[in-house]
């Protein structure tokens, strides 16, 4: 790798749909990326405009392993960990060591170098939220031992981990609580709403809504997530704390439909099945914290982005989305079937 003084940045879970347009973001800002995957949801195909560059290394591994003693970095991106729920219920114990031991190892390896390290946490750390819209100084009311809580716990105890490694080693951390995003890169099997619908809606399929579609959602467009997600790593004058990431533009799933179905001008007939279990009713962040700390919020209106995300499925062939259940999450955390 060519490193001729460029900062550089690991980015765990790389390969992943946040990870790879965070990857891309860095090399353009003029980074030296070192880029971390097992592949578990990673995707290669996410990676083949990269890989070619002379500043993009992959380190195909798991994130609970050490990294290199010898690498040498200034900023540690931890994206890593399953996303969506059939992914991450698929095997909820290796959920949770991602999330725990997979942070740790990343924490210990920034902390002996005391590097800038940052967090991609989730909006699911706030559960079935009490609190409407959701602020960070929210607790949260997640359930320890539903079939969501591998993943809502995990990030939970990672956001611990990330804190105390503050308190005590003083190792400056950033924590971005992320809500629903949605782009280019998506899977097509991830069981995340706008895909399934996407995917469905394009394909002639029968588009699913689970439940009776006015539970609510704030869907963020993936560049400006990732804008974001820079901005916090870049920020100066940081006072420990989470920042929710997100777009408060709260729309109900029926109305994400709607617009999927007008801007594609499919003829998909929609059905409606159960709710699934601890599926969150309202969704929606209060972005108060971001606009004064990092002087972002959202650009993108969902027509914009569900535009650009319709026309990369059409161009990437993607085919009806299996049926895996619908439970609307963050960051690539949309929908779950039963």
């Not at 959920?95 to 942070?103: E, Y």
């Not at 579609?213 to 990732?226: A, K, P």
């Not at 001008?265 to 159960?274: A, D, L, N, Q, W």
Request: charged share 25%.
């Amino acid at each position: 790798m060519k490193l001729n003084g460029r900062p550089r940045a690991v980015v765990a879970g790389g390969a992943g749909f946040l990870g790879s347009h965070l990857c891309s973001r860095l090399l353009a800002e003029g980074y030296a990326v070192y880029c971390l995957d097992n592949f578990m949801t990673g995707r290669m195909e996410n990676l083949r405009s990269l890989e070619r560059d002379p500043h993009f290394e992959l380190i195909e591994q798991d994130v609970i392993q050490p990294l290199p003693p010898s690498l040498n970095v200034h900023e540690v991106y931890n994206l890593a960990c399953p996303a969506s729920p059939p992914h991450y219920q698929r095997d909820p114990i290796e959920t949770v060591k991602t999330s725990v031991l997979g942070t740790l190892a990343l924490l210990e390896f920034a902390s002996l170098r005391k590097v800038r390290f940052l967090q991609a946490s989730t909006s699911e750390v706030y559960g079935d939220p009490k609190e409407h819209p959701q602020r960070e100084s929210y607790w949260g009311h997640v359930n320890p031992i539903g079939v969501r809580a591998c993943y809502d716990e995990g990030k939970r105890c990672a956001e611990t981990l990330c804190f105390d490694f503050s308190r005590r080693r003083g190792l400056p951390i950033r924590v971005a609580r992320i809500f629903n995003t949605y782009g280019p890169c998506m899977r097509v099997d991830d069981g995340r709403i706008i895909s399934n619908v996407v995917s469905q809606a394009i394909s002639g399929e029968p588009i699913t809504i689970y439940g009776d579609g006015e539970q609510t959602r704030s869907f963020c467009y993936v560049d400006d997530l990732i804008e974001g997600l820079f901005r916090l790593m870049m920020v100066q004058d940081y006072a420990a704390g989470p920042v929710n990431l997100g777009n408060p533009d709260e729309r109900s799933i029926a109305d994400l439909v709607q617009s999927v179905v007008r801007l594609t001008g499919s003829r998909s007939e929609i059905v409606y099945k159960p709710l699934p279990l601890d599926d969150p009713k309202r969704r929606r962040p209060d972005i108060s914290r971001a606009k004064e700390l990092l002087g972002w919020e959202p650009q993108t209106s969902l027509d914009q982005g569900l535009a650009r995300t319709i026309s990369w499925f059409r161009s990437a062939g993607a085919s009806v989305a299996p049926a895996v259940g619908q439970q609307n999450l963050d960051a690539g955390e949309t929908t779950r079937v039963v």
